[in-house]
């Protein structure tokens, strides 16, 4: 999501007539974005502050993103030199921040709503990769997990009319765009206040009504994360079984395996129903890649407690999972709890979760070798320049050798090899 605000707004900054620099030392304004999502990343900001205060041109400074929106006023005071701080709903006010800075005001703040007719679109020259476009489908959380601090930083959940989002995707097709991403917190509580553009398609939920509209619209592939547990119907496996163009890739957070710790976190699943879920999604005929995320050391989390999570992850056989050591985020219920599994269990416990997701991760992987998947080149390898690489439908890295005329084409390739994180292959027919 961060990605996605920053590649917004650097569209909107271009139109505007600024001028994007990738060289730090020649900008005159720098806008730093920000991630709270653990104490490690906020922690990031007052570092960079801190360096580009040395600059002797006094470059104007911004902070966009979650620790503005949180800290607002705060910021001033505890990172000095820092002249505006723009909220996360009102990046598309960030000209006037900037244009006020310019004329002399002090201390410049916008923690403000979003405007009604804010343009969510990404200029073609601004988006990570030609090939590859987000778009957010919906904002903010209302879940209110015991441990996060997104539903603060985000705030409730807002879902885009379905009817903008399909214009996005075939205006995206019309510029080249062979592969979009789904985008929010949770993509499948989407629930957009009218059925604009979702009429005459099928579904027992807006999100899965919504995934057979995209994928009617014809574009080469769709990808959706994040998937909350608790609203994540069958019917999303009944669309990707029916679609082609909707990727054999689920991002499904589990965050434990024990009941007691999911609790504590009010996720509002069980272990049992998640189970549920992923029987249904390895049932599927497109197989299916599921990948995770899981909080390691939430308070009271028992050695027994983190077996269960083992547990649950040899039962899943995750293709790949993000693991986290619990952070305490000041503002939350859980921030109220004693942080009481000490720095060095929470990486013990961490090491071992992670083996045996590498395992189950290279047990999939080695099952592909001899296997052809659908690669879209997107980039030269930073290794090698005779590599293209890519991602396969399923969401794997994938390296190839062949030349840049490929880039941007989806190319059928042969795995001949699994490595760490990837996978290794050759380009058929060519
Ligand atoms: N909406 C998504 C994820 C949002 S945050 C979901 O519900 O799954 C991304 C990940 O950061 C979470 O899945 C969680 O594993 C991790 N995370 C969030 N808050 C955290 C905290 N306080 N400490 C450690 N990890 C955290
Ligand atoms: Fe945070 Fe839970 Fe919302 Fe995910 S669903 S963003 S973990 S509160």
């Not at 000490?342 to 990486?347: A, G, I, S, Y």
Request: aromatic fraction near 6%; charged fraction near 30%.
């Amino acid at each position: 999501m961060n990605v996605s605000d920053s590649e917004r707004v650097a569209s909107s900054l271009v139109a505007e007539g600024y001028e994007l620099t990738q060289e730090e030392s020649e900008a005159d304004i720098i806008l730093l974005n920000t991630c709270s999502v653990r104490e490690k990343a906020e922690h990031k900001l007052y570092t960079r502050v801190g360096q580009v205060r040395e600059r002797e041109d006094r470059p104007m400074l911004g902070v966009m993103g979650c620790v503005a929106q949180l800290e607002g006023e705060n910021l001033f005071a505890h990172g000095r030199g820092i002249d505006f701080v723009i909220g996360t709903r009102a990046v598309g006010r960030l000209g006037d921040a900037i244009s006020r800075v310019g004329q002399g005001e002090d201390r410049v703040i916008d923690l403000g709503e979003r405007e009604e007719d804010y343009d969510w679109s990404v200029s073609d020259r601004q988006r990570h990769s030609p090939y590859v476009s987000f778009i957010p489908i919906i904002e903010g959380c209302n879940k209110f997990c015991t441990y996060c601090i997104v539903p603060f930083s985000r705030g409730r959940e807002k879902s885009l009319p379905a009817s903008e989002i399909i214009r996005q995707v075939r205006r995206l097709m019309e510029e080249g765009v062979s592969e979009i991403h789904l985008i929010g917190q949770n993509v499948n509580s989407y629930r957009p206040s009218s059925a604009e553009g979702l009429e005459g398609v099928a579904g027992a939920t807006p999100f899965s009504r919504l995934l057979r509209a995209v994928a009617q619209t014809g574009i080469e592939r769709i990808k959706f994360a994040t998937s909350f547990p608790r609203d994540f119907h069958p019917d999303i496996v009944d669309a990707i079984d029916e679609h082609e163009n909707l990727c054999n890739w689920v991002h499904l957070p589990v965050q434990s395996g024990s009941n007691v710790v999911l609790r504590g976190m009010r996720r509002g699943h069980t272990v049992e129903s998640y189970m549920r879920r992923i029987d249904r999604v390895r049932e599927s005929h497109r197989d299916i890649t599921l990948t995770t995320d899981i909080i390691v050391g939430f308070p009271g989390e028992t050695e027994e407690d983190f077996q269960d999570t083992i547990r649950l992850a040899e039962y899943c056989k995750f293709d790949s999972g993000y693991i986290f050591r619990y952070s305490p985020r000041p503002g939350t219920p859980a921030y109220e709890l004693e942080d009481d599994v000490t720095f060095e269990e929470k990486t013990r416990r961490f090491q071992e979760l992670e083996r045996v997701i590498r395992r189950t991760q290279r047990e999939s992987q080695e099952k592909i070798i001899g296997k052809t998947l659908k690669v879209l080149a997107e980039r030269v390898s930073a290794k090698s320049d005779d590599v293209l690489t890519g991602h396969s439908t399923c969401h794997r890295v994938v390296n190839f050798p062949a030349g840049r005329h490929l880039l941007g084409k989806v190319i059928e390739v042969e795995v001949t090899e699994s490595k760490v994180n990837s996978l290794f292959g050759h380009a058929k027919g060519i």
